[in-house]
């Protein structure tokens, strides 16, 4: 089984703009998500995954970490998308939309299968279940627990989107109306095990100190990084999620005084006042 590795930021690009793809890892985006879904009209989706598997291909075995958007199952469009971008340069997949913990086994299932014939160790791939409706958000633990490929998975709710539409909740900046969700689906993977979950939302382009706000929030409740939609945001959650000098500093030092403190039998240490 694949090793899940820890991604402050992964950024979408794409998957019919091949220019962008090249360019991309060039903005420091711990991951890059191409996109089969949303940002791929329809009469595209076909030649897209074509060069999403060239783009695998070419920028894969260094940074950034490779992942890609498929289309949610319902549009009978996922299983060619598996069979087309499986590769050993594949980290994860990200499955839109997901309601029950049967869309993983069923996404688990596919990718077994094409790993197996692209002569793949099965379970090298993971698997990123989006939590996009109120059903889902229901079901996170369960849905978490599905298919030991889950990781990075979380919850979000951004201006606009699906999860707002599901809900009905009126979108601010401040986040209010989403703090709990983020927190419910927070807990379910944190129980179920699933690591590094990842969550996003920010879809206002220029508002960098409203993004600052939201990751820094995020952060505070235990998320690990943000998926996000535009290279202006990288440098700033990167910052967020990264830890200060002043933070290795402390942990170095605690560290320092716990070992201090056991080489003489001891076992309780004071330390910066805690």
């Not at 692209?118 to 627990?145: F, H, K, N, W």
């Not at 600052?212 to 910052?239: C, D, W």
């Not at 967020?240 to 605690?254: A, E, I, R, T, Y």
Request: with cysteine; aromatic share 6%; glycine share 10%.
């Amino acid at each position: 089984m694949a090793t899940a590795r820890p991604l402050r930021t992964s950024m979408y690009v794409p998957g019919n703009k091949e220019d962008w793809m090249r360019k991309a890892p060039q903005y420091g985006s711990d991951a890059l998500i191409f996109d089969l879904e949303d940002s791929v009209p329809v009469p595209n989706k076909a030649e897209a995954r074509g060069l999403v598997r060239k783009m695998l291909e070419e920028l894969g075995g260094t940074k950034p970490t490779l992942t890609v958007r498929v289309n949610r199952l319902e549009t009978g469009l996922t299983g060619g998308d598996l069979e087309a971008i499986t590769c050993p340069q594949l980290y994860c997949v990200l499955v839109p939309k997901v309601e029950s913990p049967a869309d993983v086994v069923e996404v688990d299932n596919l990718l077994s299968h094409f790993e197996r014939n692209a002569g793949m160790e099965v379970g090298a791939i993971l698997i990123d279940p989006g939590m996009e409706t109120a059903t889902s958000i229901r079901l996170a633990y369960e849905i978490a627990t599905a298919s030991p490929r889950v990781a990075h998975m979380g919850g979000s709710g951004g201006k606009g989107g699906d999860t707002a539409r599901s809900i009905g909740f009126e979108w601010t900046p401040e986040g209010l109306e989403t703090l709990y969700l983020k927190s419910k689906v927070l807990i379910d993977v944190r129980s179920a095990g699933v690591p590094y979950p990842m969550s996003g939302g920010w879809m206002d382009i220029h508002n960098l100190d409203g993004l600052r706000a939201l990751a820094i929030q995020l952060k505070q409740l235990g998320y690990t990084g943000m998926h996000l939609i535009h290279p202006s945001h990288v440098p700033v959650v990167n910052e967020v999620f990264s830890p200060s000098p002043q933070d290795v500093k402390h942990w170095q030092g605690l560290v320092a005084a716990m070992e201090e403190m056991r080489a003489t039998g001891g076992a309780a240490v004071t330390f910066d006042g805690d």
